[in-house]
Each structure stands twice: as structure tokens, then as C-alpha cells.
């Protein structure tokens, strides 16, 4: 296992690098002048010479890049003030190191997803179970037909909707904000619970239909069907047997489902004007902000792939069928 962990993690940081220079060439080395980008309609010459001096554009390509990589072990220093390390550059709209920034926009977006991915994993899971369980009935054909139709919705279309019915008309909910945890817990999870709900319902519908399926899949293996053979109860093989198994692509979906989130719900925090990296993102877009939307890019790439190693250290206490060699 330990040695796996260490060629996982050496993978991991060789991909890290290269996603680091693609991201960097792709912002950094476009035809038109980042600097004139990133300054907007109204730059008048000062703002520009001090953006191209922030961003190192009077150097080669390469040697910009090459700052760029010392400045993640050493630190940078910048005309608008010093980077410390890891620096994975500064903001010249926010006037402030990027890593804070997404270090002040992080708790909002990790909040949003363990609550939301706890909601779709129980309710996901659970219902995809059901439905395998009672497979041909009339509650598996509800469950199914339920799953397929909310998970051609859209979170931008769901949750208007949500915030109608339950803030602005019926006032039952207050409108969604973050609290930070720490502060109040019960605050905390009032504040995120339409966000929870609406973000969960996608994902929700999306593993009860691949459980369903992994389950009778599962269910039709040899090993199964021996311990059928042998007189265990439907339970028993159900849940030590077929449910084990079942779980090894709901884990994978899970780290990729996880990891993406952990960069950014866009989509949901925009709706619901969460202070997340999603929507840090936006405004990064917006503002022509090209250090943080870069610095977004790479956290957003570490968090996939941290979940994957974690995932694929998880198989093998999962199914001991899987052994890691």
C-alpha cells in the first residue's frame, strides 16, 4: 500500500506540473497582450506598466514560467507587495495574494459540498439500493422514472424555483447565506440547507440510477450466486456481498464528484450568491483577472486529483477482491 501511495503521489505531482504549464502558456502566452486584458476598457498607461511588471511580462515565456515554479517553494516579490510561499501569484484588481484569496473563499465552498454530498450519497445511494432490491415492481419503476426526470433538470433551473417556494413566497427559509461554522452550527446549516438540497437533487438522481444498475449487475456474479447456492439469506447476500461490490464505482464517481466540487460549485454558488471559489471564478472572469482565474484552475486540478489517490487507495478495503501491487 505504501508503495503505491508513493508512485500515486510522484504521478500525481508530474501531472500537477504539466497542467501548471499548460495553464500558465494558455494564460500567459496568448497573442494579445495579457496586460491590456486584464486592464480593461478604461487603463490609462500607468495602470498597464504596473500590470506588465506584476505578471513579469518583460521577460521570455520561459523564464516567466520558471518564476512562477520558484515562487510556489520561495515566494515572490511584486510592485504591489510580497507573495510568501506558496505563491501562486498576486491579484492586481483584489490587490492581494491569490492563495488568500481562494484560502478566504474555500470555507464557503467546502461547506456547500460535504453537506451536499452527504445528503446525495444517503438518499442516492439508498434509493438506487431500493430500487435493485425490489427490481420489477411498481416502487422500482417509481424510483427509476423519478431519478430519470430530476436528473435532466438543472441546478440554474431548480433553484429559482426553490428560492420562490420556499424564501420569497412561502417564507419558510431566510435567504441562503454562510455562515461560518464555528460561529453558530445551527446558523451555519439554515443558511446552506436550500443550497444542499438543490445542489444534492442532481447528484442524488445521478447515483440512484448507476447503484440500481451496479446492484443487479452484482447480484448476477458467480460469487454471489455460490452464496446463494450455499443457503445464506437474500439479505445476507445482498448487503455483505452484492452491496460491496456495487460501491467500488460509486467511490470513483464519488472522488471525481467530490474533487470537482471542491474547486468550485459555479453554478449553485452563483445562483444562490454564495462567497465561494465558484463564484470568485465569475468575477475573476469578469474582471479579466487572469493570476487568480489561473491559481482557481490549479487548486481546482490538485483537488481532483488528491480525491483520485484517495480513491484508489480506498479500493482495497472496499472489495478485497482488488489488491494494490
Not at 495602470?47 to 521577460?59: Q, V
Not at 438518499?123 to 431500493?130: C, K, R
Not at 416502487?139 to 420569497?168: E, H, M
Amino acid at each position: 500500500m505504501l508503495r503505491f501511495l508513493i508512485r500515486r503521489t510522484i504521478g500525481a505531482l508530474i501531472i500537477l506540473l504539466i497542467l501548471s504549464a499548460v495553464c500558465f502558456f494558455l494564460f500567459f502566452a496568448v497573442p494579445r497582450d495579457p496586460a491590456r486584458i486584464s486592464c480593461g476598457e478604461k487603463c490609462t498607461p500607468e495602470n498597464l506598466e504596473l500590470i506588465r511588471r506584476s505578471l513579469g511580462l518583460d521577460d521570455p515565456v520561459w523564464v516567466q514560467y520558471g518564476n512562477f515554479l520558484a515562487g510556489i517553494f520561495t515566494g515572490r516579490s511584486f510592485p504591489t507587495g510580497e507573495c510568501s510561499a506558496p505563491c501562486i501569484g498576486r491579484s492586481f484588481v483584489h490587490d492581494e495574494n491569490v492563495l488568500s484569496l481562494i484560502q478566504d473563499r474555500f470555507p464557503t465552498t467546502l461547506s456547500l459540498t460535504i453537506g451536499a454530498a452527504v445528503v446525495f450519497l444517503v438518499f442516492g445511494v439508498g434509493a438506487g439500493m431500493i430500487a435493485a432490491w425490489r427490481r420489477g415492481t411498481p416502487l422500482d419503476k417509481v424510483v427509476s422514472g423519478s431519478s430519470l426526470i430530476i436528473g435532466s433538470l438543472q441546478i440554474y433551473f431548480i433553484g429559482p424555483i426553490a428560492l420562490w417556494a420556499l424564501v420569497y413566497s412561502s417564507g419558510l427559509f431566510g435567504d441562503p447565506v454562510y455562515n461560518p461554522f464555528t460561529e453558530n452550527p445551527w446558523q451555519w446549516a439554515v443558511g446552506l440547507i436550500i443550497p444542499w438540497a438543490v445542489l444534492s437533487t442532481i447528484f442524488a438522481s445521478n447515483y440512484t440510477r448507476m447503484v440500481r444498475s451496479t446492484m443487479i449487475e452484482q447480484l448476477q456474479e458467480e460469487h454471489v450466486r455460490t452464496a446463494k447456492a450455499k443457503g445464506m439469506s437474500g439479505r445476507t447476500v445482498f448487503f455483505r456481498y452484492a452491496w460491496r461490490g456495487a460501491m467500488v464505482p460509486v467511490v470513483t464517481i464519488f472522488g471525481i464528484d467530490l474533487g470537482s466540487l471542491l474547486g468550485g460549485a459555479i453554478i449553485t454558488e452563483v445562483t444562490f450568491s454564495l462567497p465561494g471559489i465558484g463564484q470568485l471564478s465569475i468575477d475573476s472572469v469578469v474582471k479579466a483577472d487572469l493570476p487568480v482565474l489561473m491559481g482557481i484552475l490549479l487548486f481546482s486540478s490538485t483537488m481532483i486529483i488528491l480525491m483520485n489517490v484517495i480513491v484508489d487507495a480506498a479500493y482495497a478495503f472496499i472489495d478485497p477482491r482488488i489488491r494494490l501491487s
